[in-house]
């Protein structure tokens, strides 16, 4: 009896408080366990409807039926629960009552880890409902015991993607007007998703799996998903994690870390499918993701903080190469602009070399290169010029009203300012041109091969490099006066 008392004790040392905490709220609640039997009571009506209208009107209720219960199904687990959690923890921050758990000894990390596991033992719980009623759509004809199976799955990793993403958006809701920004975007790319996801769905249950991943592909797309999936869970993980953490504290490292194992691990993937499809036209897609992401975090590099705090001078490791790379990694405005200029250079790198292999069609590889380097060039161009004027707009004139973690709201304001008022003015002295588009980031998209708009981002890029030249120096100063050798 004393050596079960001491396992249970050890393994309830092991439970994060987070989700006994969550947990107990919501079974608590009448509001869950009402849902739970209502969708048992709607997927038993729908059921019994389709089994008795079976051979009488359609020859395919069994996926019509399958599909109807899945859409419930991801309503539920992609949108509803996800959604509610986010909004709760967003609720939590803009209340300050998250700061009670910093008190404890409970870490940033357990606290995303709590909340993210409670959400999806709740959307386990709902899966496991409804997965009797839907493989019972397999007596129905046109319905695939196995390709249920993995669809529901695939359901799975996209709802834990979702809850994630809506409880990173919340870590965001933090005070004033931003938390109803971050809410309503967080609740707008869920519903848009939602629906587009749902659609694929329906085609892979109307079309089955090897017409939707590619015939003989099937277990290589699913792999190559599933692990797109959980990387994407982890670095959403760490920057849930690091919006959380104190301010003192490095943020940074843990989320540019994610991000570049990330990057490492999607080139490997496309190197798998480019021999698969013998084709390099995949490099070059990848590249076109990758700089725009890289492109936006611009916005949250030039909202870091710019000086070193003595937590992080500790964690400068020893040596002359690991403490020079470390600065790119570290929080910081320079080194976190230092890092996306590296991707930046070898993604493009990558992409070029790719589009010059033999495997690649030379005529229309060349093409896509060029759009390349005109679309996505110019808007890493646009969105670094922005976030170097926003970053010194907000140090000269409104240091002392905007915090530095709101610069990107300064550069977007900027943004739209340089996109706006050339257009008011043509208007009001008679220009019609749409030369004076070319400030708005999203011209290039509007424009047949057009070097001027490369032109122009390259220059407000080059501008804003020159007016925070002493800033950014005297950040690379810093850091390297802490280094101990």
Request: glycine share 8%; proline share 2%.
């Amino acid at each position: 009896m004393t050596d079960m008392t001491s396992i249970f004790d050890r393994f309830d040392g092991w439970v994060n408080p987070i989700i006994v905490k969550e947990l107990r709220q919501i079974v608590r609640g009448k509001f869950f366990w009402g849902v739970l039997i209502l969708f048992l009571a709607f997927q038993c009506v729908v059921l019994s409807l389709s089994l008795a209208d079976n051979h009488s009107r359609y020859s395919s209720a069994g996926q019509e039926t399958l599909m109807f219960l899945y859409g419930v199904l991801f309503l539920a687990s992609f949108a509803i629960i996800p959604i509610y959690s986010g909004f709760r923890f967003s609720r939590e921050r803009s209340e300050g009552s998250d700061e009670l758990l910093f008190i404890t000894t409970i870490t940033p990390q357990a606290i995303i880890r709590g909340k993210f596991a409670a959400a999806f033992l709740i959307i386990l719980l709902i899966n496991s409902a409804f997965a009797p009623f839907m493989s019972m759509t397999f007596f129905l004809s046109g319905v695939d015991l196995w390709a249920t199976f993995i669809l529901i799955c695939l359901g799975l990793f996209v709802s834990a993607a979702g809850t994630m993403f809506q409880i990173c958006v919340g870590s965001l809701s933090r005070e004033g007007g931003s938390m109803y920004i971050f809410r309503g975007a967080g609740l707008l790319f869920q519903v848009v998703m939602f629906f587009s996801l749902l659609g694929i769905g329906g085609e892979m249950i109307r079309y089955g799996l090897d017409r939707t991943f590619g015939s003989g592909y099937l277990f290589s797309s699913l792999l190559t998903f599933a692990t797109f999936m959980v990387l994407l869970i982890y670095m959403l993980y760490h920057a849930a994690a690091a919006v959380v953490a104190p301010a003192g504290t490095n943020r940074m490292l843990p989320v540019r870390v994610a991000s570049t194992v990330l990057w490492l691990v999607t080139l490997l993937m496309c190197g798998y499918w480019s021999v698969v499809s013998a084709s390099s036209e995949i490099f070059v897609v990848w590249g076109f993701l990758s700089s725009y992401v890289l492109s936006m975090a611009c916005l949250i590099a030039v909202s870091e903080r710019d000086f070193l705090t003595e937590r992080v001078i500790r964690e400068i490791p020893k040596g002359f190469v690991w403490s020079r790379m470390a600065f790119l990694f570290f929080s910081g405005a320079a080194g976190g602009l230092a890092w996306i200029l590296i991707m930046q250079i070898l993604t493009f790198f990558i992409a070029l070399v790719a589009a010059g292999s033999p495997t690649s069609g030379y005529v229309h590889t060349r093409s896509m290169m060029s759009d390349y380097m005109l679309y996505s060039g110019s808007f890493y161009c646009y969105l670094l010029g922005y976030s170097l004027l926003a970053a010194f707009i907000r140090r000269i004139f409104l240091v002392e009203q905007i915090d530095i973690r709101n610069t990107w709201v300064v550069a977007l304001l900027t943004c739209a300012v340089f996109s706006i008022v050339p257009i008011l003015a043509g208007g009001v002295i008679g220009l019609d041109s749409e030369t004076l588009l070319i400030a708005n980031p999203l011209y290039v998209t509007a424009v047949r091969r057009s070097d001027s708009v490369l032109l122009f981002a390259a220059m407000l890029a080059v501008i804003g490099l020159v007016i925070n030249l002493p800033w950014l120096s005297r950040q690379f100063k810093d850091y390297y006066s802490e280094m101990d050798y």
